[in-house]
């Protein structure tokens, strides 16, 4: 069985370029999140999606922060223009439903120089 | 809206000894809890979860958490532990509420066993 699936695992850039983190979740499952984690603030989630929609946003740090899920099998995160401070480890799970466990991907780290 | 505690930040044991990591929680409405596991450079693996019944859980890898309502706890233990069983333990509830309910995690506990 395919876990949920983030590319690339690691990305090096400098402050004002575009970032895009990939995430491919688990066939089947209807329910997409995207987690950041840093040592300051532990685990927060970002976004949440239900059947490709965008349900809960509250957690998107500011407008240099979006999130797209296109189909049942891809959703992307973008962050234009990067900072320093958005260095951290990017986290995308899935579930079959929004009250199911959830399984995560190994994570993108991101550095932004 | 609700918080978990994690007051060990890294508990040191040595291999085939019992650990506990403390979990608290706080909570104005009934929860559901659950522990997670990240080893490193990987993410987040559930372990066990807590939806109804039976206080004591048991999960993967040998670990079991007990639910205590009246201390608001949640916590996971094992009563002899692996090398393998290095990484970031992390606990995290949800409320029982209809609609999306966020997982909100504490700030996890790392486990180092040593030979």
């Known amino acids: ?113 | 809206a609700q918080s978990v505690t994690q007051l060990d930040s890294q508990v040191p044991v040595f291999e085939e000894a019992p650990v506990e990591l403390r979990c608290n929680y706080s909570s104005s409405v009934s929860v559901y809890l659950f522990w997670y596991v990240q080893y490193p450079n990987q993410g987040l693996q559930l372990l066990l979860k807590y939806l109804s019944g039976s206080t004591l859980v048991k999960g993967i890898n040998g670990f079991e958490a007990e639910f205590n309502k009246s201390q608001t706890s949640f916590h996971l233990r094992k009563p002899s532990v692996h090398i393998s069983d290095t990484a970031e333990y992390f606990c995290a509830v949800r409320s029982m509420n209809t609609g999306f309910q966020k997982l909100v995690f504490g700030t996890g506990t790392r486990l180092l066993v040593s030979p």
């Open chain 1, 1 to 113: 069985d395919a876990g949920v699936i983030q590319s690339p695992r690691h990305e090096v850039t400098e402050m004002g370029q575009e970032v895009t983190l990939r995430c491919k979740p688990i066939s089947g499952h209807n329910s997409l999140f995207w987690y950041r984690q840093t040592m300051m603030r532990g685990l927060e989630l970002l976004i949440y999606f239900n059947n490709n929609v965008p349900i809960d946003d509250s957690g998107m740090p500011e407008d240099r922060f979006s999130a797209k899920m296109p189909n049942a099998s891809f959703s992307t995160l973008k962050i234009q223009p990067s900072e320093p401070r958005d260095s951290a480890v990017y986290f995308c799970a899935s579930s079959l439903d929004s009250d199911q466990p959830q399984h995560f991907g190994d994570g993108t780290r991101l550095s932004i120089l």
